[in-house]
C-alpha cells in the first residue's frame, strides 16, 4: 500500500516572544528574548525568580466564560488551535476524517495547585466544579476536539518535554493509517506555579541567574547553569497530501520522518545512545541519510549535563552536525510545548532560507563539538532535524523537509 505523504498547511502559537506564529518568528530572528522577573508575592521566597511568560493579552481573544472556565493551558490550546485552523484555510472537513493530538507535560497544572490552595483554606463549597475539566492532562485535546467539532481522535501524549514532538508524530500516524485526513497537533504548557518551580529547582535543573533573567537560559554555553521555565502552544495543522492538493492549499512543508522511543536508562538523565538511536530512526524513516540533513533544532535546554548528551547523541546519528539553533535561550523551555515550537521554527527556517540565533553564547562548552548558530545566518536546507527529551527517557525526533 502507497504511503500517504503528511504535508503541513497551517500553524498557531502563542508563545514568551509572540503571540501569533509571525509575531514569534520575527522576535527569534531579532534575537529577542522572553524571560522576565517573577514579581508576584510569592516568588519572594523561592531560589528561582524567573520565567518566559506569554503576554496575557492572548486571552482576550477568548469569551468569558472560556476565560472562566478553562485553565491557563487549555486557553493557549484554544488560541493557538484557532490561528492554526485560520492559516490553512481549511473550510468544512467532515468530523470523523478530522483529528486533533495535544501534549503536554503537567495539563492544567495552576487549576490543581489553586484549588489545593482553596479547599484548605476555605472547604469543599468553595472549590470550583469545573476542577477536574481545568485540571486533566487531556483537557487541552479535548477541549481543542470540541472547538473544532473533530471525532477522528483526540489524543493526549504525556510525556513530559517529548509531548510536542510525540503529539505531531500521533498526528502523522493518523494519517498514514488513513484514520484522517487532517490532524490538528502539537503542545501546549502552563506550569510557571511555585509547586513546579520549586521542583524543578529541588532537582537543580532551573537557572538561578535571578538578576540577569535574560541572559539565563545559554544552551551549549559553558557557564550555563539551568532552564528558564516557559509557558505557551504551538499546534500545526497536518494534512494528507491527497486532501491539501485537492483544495489548492499552501504547503509549508512535510513531516517525513518520525521516531520515538523510551531510553530505560534514567529518570531524569538522557542516554546519549539512544538518543542517537532515536535521531537514526527518523532518518531512516524519512527515506534519508545523515548528510541530507541541512539544520537542527536542538533540544538544549541549558543544564550541564543534558546539552552535552544531546550534543553526543547529535555527532553519533550524523556523524558531521549541520548547523545547530537552539531557541530556548529566546524563549525558555516550553516543556510539552517544546517539541513543537522546535517543528515550527525548523519549518519556518526551511521555508524562509534563515536560521534564527541561539542567545548568550559566549564560549562554546568544549564538550559540545557543534557548530552552533549564534547570529541569523542564510541557509539553503532541504531537510531539518528536530529532537526533543523528556523526563523518564522519553526521546523523540522528527524530520521535517520544504517544498
Known amino acids: 500500500m502507497r504511503v500517504r505523504r503528511t504535508v503541513v498547511t497551517g500553524a498557531g502559537a502563542v508563545t514568551p516572544v509572540g503571540g501569533t506564529v509571525d509575531e514569534t518568528w520575527s522576535a527569534l530572528q531579532a534575537g529577542v528574548s522572553g524571560a522576565g522577573a517573577i514579581t508576584e508575592e510569592w516568588a519572594g521566597t523561592l531560589p528561582v525568580r524567573i520565567a518566559a ?41 467532515d468530523p470523523t ?3 486533533v493530538s495535544v501534549g503536554t507535560a503537567h495539563g492544567g497544572i495552576a487549576t490543581t495547585v489553586a484549588m489545593q490552595d482553596t479547599l484548605g483554606a476555605a472547604g469543599y463549597r468553595r472549590v470550583s466544579p469545573y476542577t477536574i475539566t481545568m485540571a486533566m492532562a487531556n483537557g487541552p485535546a ?32 493518523l494519517i498514514r493509517s488513513g484514520a484522517a485526513d487532517v490532524v490538528v497537533c502539537g503542545g501546549a504548557e502552563a506550569s510557571i506555579v511555585p509547586l513546579s518551580l520549586t521542583g524543578f529547582g529541588r532537582v537543580r535543573a532551573l537557572s538561578t541567574r535571578n538578576d540577569e533573567p535574560l541572559r539565563a537560559s545559554r544552551p551549549f554555553d559553558a557557564g550555563r547553569d539551568g532552564f528558564v521555565m516557559g509557558e505557551g502552544a504551538v499546534l500545526l495543522v497536518l494534512e494528507s497530501e491527497e ?29 546519549p ?36 548528551t544531546e550534543a553526543r547523541a547529535l555527532r553519533a546519528a550524523l556523524d558531521s552536525p549541520p548547523p545547530v539553533t537552539a531557541t530556548k535561550a529566546s524563549t525558555g ?71
Open 273 to 308: 545512545d539512544n538518543q542517537a538511536r532515536t535521531i537514526t530512526l527518523a532518518l531512516h524513516d524519512a527515506g534519508l541519510e545523515p548528510g541530507d540533513i541541512g539544520l537542527v533544532h536542538a533540544h538544549a535546554t541549558s543544564t550541564p549535563a543534558g546539552d552535552v
Open 243 to 271: 486532501h491539501a492538493r485537492a483544495r489548492g492549499a499552501t504547503v509549508m512543508g512535510s513531516v517525513d520522518g518520525v521516531s520515538l522511543t523510551s531510553d530505560a536508562y534514567d529518570i531524569v538523565g538522557g542516554d
Open 333 to 403: 523551555h516550553l516543556l510539552g510545548a517544546s517539541g513543537a515550537l522546535g517543528a515550527l521554527v525548523a519549518l519556518l527556517a526551511l521555508r524562509d532560507g534563515v536560521v534564527p540565533p541561539t542567545l548568550n553564547l559566549d564560549s562554546l562548552d568544549p564538550e559540545v563539538d557543534l557548530d552552533v548558530v549564534t547570529a541569523p545566518r542564510p541557509t539553503t536546507a532541504r531537510h531539518a532535524l528536530v529532537d526533543a527529551f523528556g523526563f523518564g527517557g522519553h526521546s523523540s525526533a522528527l524530520v521535517l523537509s520544504r517544498e
Open 97 to 99: 476524517r478530522l483529528g
Open 142 to 173: 479535548a477541549y481543542l476536539s470540541l472547538d473544532l467539532g473533530a471525532k477522528a481522535g483526540a489524543r493526549a501524549p504525556v510525556s513530559a518535554c517529548a509531548a510536542g514532538v510525540e503529539a505531531i508524530g500521533q498526528g502523522r500516524d
Open 53 to 93: 511568560r506569554a503576554d496575557d493579552a492572548f486571552a482576550e481573544r477568548l469569551s468569558v466564560p472560556e476565560r472562566r472556565a478553562r485553565d491557563r493551558v487549555e486557553q493557549l490550546t484554544l488560541v493557538a488551535g484557532r490561528e492554526a485552523w485560520a492559516s490553512a484555510g481549511l473550510g468544512v472537513v
